[in-house]
């Protein structure tokens, strides 16, 4: 319910507080969402003039953006979003406020612009559920409108978009992926899992749909700093990353993710402090931690109960910090770079414009592109493989897998270690699976093969998948690697505390040889606890293989439900060898893949 009452009659509940039983139920709360973006409205951007130049897209919508209303006759989206407005937000949506929504869709389109890359080949469809609202004296934030609850806004535009709504068709059933940058600034992760995450649990499962969130922003983090702009000014930058640490350390409690990013099903996204741009350092605007560590404003988990949260993290552009008059330090806010650069409204009208944004609101959108991306790359790929596109039922944990399996923790381990103060073997909870390569999954060489099964499993059963290697280890030093990722969607328990219905986990054995023996870039016993499984196994040492088998078993059991169907997955295998051996592991192990099945039950 969403309730309404005077202000007088609010005090008299608080005070009554004790008399009341209805005011202590855990659920009843202010929910007031609202976007997860540093934008403000101003006239100050850049022009950016190559990327319009793309063919336009064809076909039906892959991906979905829920968010503003975007411009949708800016230059850099005309004839790409198709825009679904059955609220009739528009008529009220003044198009210099249409900040939030015209990025997060420009970035699904192009990622961001700085990098030149292809826009992606299908339209968007584009659902608004936000509207502008007057936030002080001149700020104009987009949100949630205060006669809708978030719940039910984001129920009816899925339902909408996937069966239809009243005598309505449905407006983009084959959409797969949807873009969620938005989040709830006053329910953080505490112990219970929030009625909007749940409901994205359900709709993932029943729909298969990947939910692509943004993990949440805490700019407020710069409140928390005990140094002066002055003293942090000095500091060389390893050292501003440890005070910025610290000072999250012994915030943390503050600082976790936000509804609904803690959701099973989906796949949340922080952000790394990193971009595009070339901006530098001035006497007044400094960097606040090094390029590519996670960003300070991005939030942090861990999920409900210790499942690896923020799956990922991603380009989610820097700020500059400044000093203010008291000395202390806040973010500098403008759409000038630095940042991730994307379409955004300016002036009073004008449509051919960009600014620069910062926070995981971008890196959720700059993933969503990177979706689509390997939605092309697995049509591909099953069409020359088995002649037909991507199955229906299994596109959305092919791309959840696909997206997380290229991420480690390698580029930036140490120094986040070191400005954490962690080990090396304890980044989860600072990094999640890691920074995703995607390019490293698309792309085999000669020493690197990616191979990818599917399968459905029902409680207590298990599926064999044999990964021939003929190369001999014996002779000599070869560094090798091993990254399985197991993608699933699970039912849900809402009312139970388990609230995971199925579990489903891989192991892998080697017969004991130590093919693969340290497992790298995960704290093993957390890896099994949502809904996607990513491992990394490194060897070096020489060892007798003798042309076996790397078994790999998926296994299946029930948890907080009764499993009444098979529960679909997906798993992403990649073996390689350093370079410089001469071995041609890529002909080989795909030339006996083909002669063999791949798969068995057991």
Known sequence: MLVELPRVSIEGLVNRYEEIELSQVDDIMFFRPVCQSMFVSATDSEICT???????????????????????????????????????????????????????????????????EAPISSPVYVRPILRPKQNGFDKITECIPDDSMFIDVLHRAVKRMMEGDGQESATAPNTKVINLSIGDPVRQLATTMSPTARLLDFLAYKYNILFIISA?????????????????????????????????????????????????????????YDDFTNANETARFIWAVDRGLPSPVSAIGKGYRSVITPDLFYYGGREFIRGKFDGKIDWVESLREPGCLSAAPYGTGDADGCAFSFGTSDAAAQITHEAAKCHDVLNQVFLAQTGSKIPVEATAILLKAMLTHGASWEPIAEKL????????????????????????????????????????????????????????????????????????????????????????WFNIDDSGKGLVPARQNTEWQAVRKGSLQHEIFIGENPIVWNDDDLIIKVNCKEEANKIKTAIPYCLFVSFEVAEGFDVNLYADVSAKIHQRVQISNN
Not at 57 to 79: K, S
Not at 486 to 502: E, H, W
Request: glycine share 8%.
């Open 50 to 116: 190559s990327a319009e130049e793309a063919p336009l897209p064809t076909g039906d919508a892959v991906v979905a953006v829920f968010d503003g209303m975007p411009m949708q006759n800016h230059r850099l989206l005309r004839g790409r979003v198709i825009v679904d407005d059955p609220d009739d937000y528009a008529s009220a949506y003044e198009s210099k406020y249409r900040v939030h929504g015209t990025s997060m869709v420009s970035l699904a389109i192009y990622g961001d612009i700085k990098r030149n």
């Open 417 to 504: 270690a070191l400005a954490m103060g962690a080990s090396l073997k304890q980044l989860s909870k600072w990094l999640g699976n890691g920074v995703p390569n995607i390019s490293r999954v698309i792309e085999c060489t000669k020493e690197r093969i990616t191979l990818i099964g599917l399968g459905a499993l029902k409680k207590d059963e298990g599926n064999i998948f044999r990964l021939p290697l003929p190369v001999d280890f014996s002779s000599r030093l070869m560094k090798r690697k091993l990254t399985v990722t197991l993608s699933y969607l699970s039912p849900i328990a809402p009312n139970k505390q388990t609230y995971r219905g199925a579990q489903l």
């Open 216 to 272: 949440g922003n805490h700019p407020e983090i710069v409140n928390f700093v005990d140094k002066p702009f002055d003293e942090l000014k000095a500091l060389n930058i390893s050292q501003r990353s440890s005070i910025f640490g610290e000072t999250i350390k012994a915030n943390q409690r503050n600082l976790k993710i936000l509804a609904p990013a803690e959701s099973l099903n989906g796949l949340t996204i922080g952000a790394l």
